[in-house]
């Protein structure tokens, strides 16, 4: 019988040309030393490999698609190399597999199937935006995406923002970068003018922004987010 193999969840890059600075040796030497991969998108994920400069032969690595779209049935297969002995990795489009991420369901099936799970360090655009928020890092509520219908997505916003000021809890949540600038609308119009909002945007890049404002303050110098990966939070201060 074959003892298993390991899981790895191999972080990746949130800006273009910052792997120097956010990748830790152990995941390059991670990378190397394994040859089957689970990744979000296969152009994406064989970019990033290569842009490391690792000496690693693309076509001596196995990739199979694990996405939104993939049944649960197949999450159990994709698992099938390392009950035979193989480690994986798996590599999200950007940061850390698992947190926003269908990499979580092969984890969920790791452990059911008795496979050893190992997180390795990385950029997390989520917990960034937390630490240079300046608010409650102690009691925090990620949301993901927040709903594409206006009418849904505005009372989610009166919701969120009344949890954060109600429980003194942070609130986080993000957007597809296409609709950022949509969302920021709702946003300024629909939060309280005293309401704090952080938006952090393009986190490790060239352009990073991160600042806390009064929704007020906000709303007197508006930037500009179509396209820009972006993370915001409301305060409960």
Known sequence: MHSKGIL????????EGTADAVIAPVVKSVLKATSYFLVED???ARRYISSLKLGVNLEGVQMEKLDKKTPDSQVRKLLEPVLQGQDMGILSDAG???IADPGARAVAWAHRLGIRVVPLPGPSS???ALMGSGFNGQAFTFNGYLPIDRKDRVRVIKNLESKAIREHTTQLFMETPFRNNRLLEDLLEQLEANTLLCIASELTGEGEMIRTRKVADWRKEKPDLHKVPAVFLIGGS
Do not use: D, H, K, S
């Open 8 to 15: 790895y969840l191999i972080p990746t890059v949130l800006a």
């Open 42 to 44: 296969f152009r994406t």
């Open 96 to 98: 850390c597999p698992g």
């Open 126 to 128: 989520m917990f960034l």
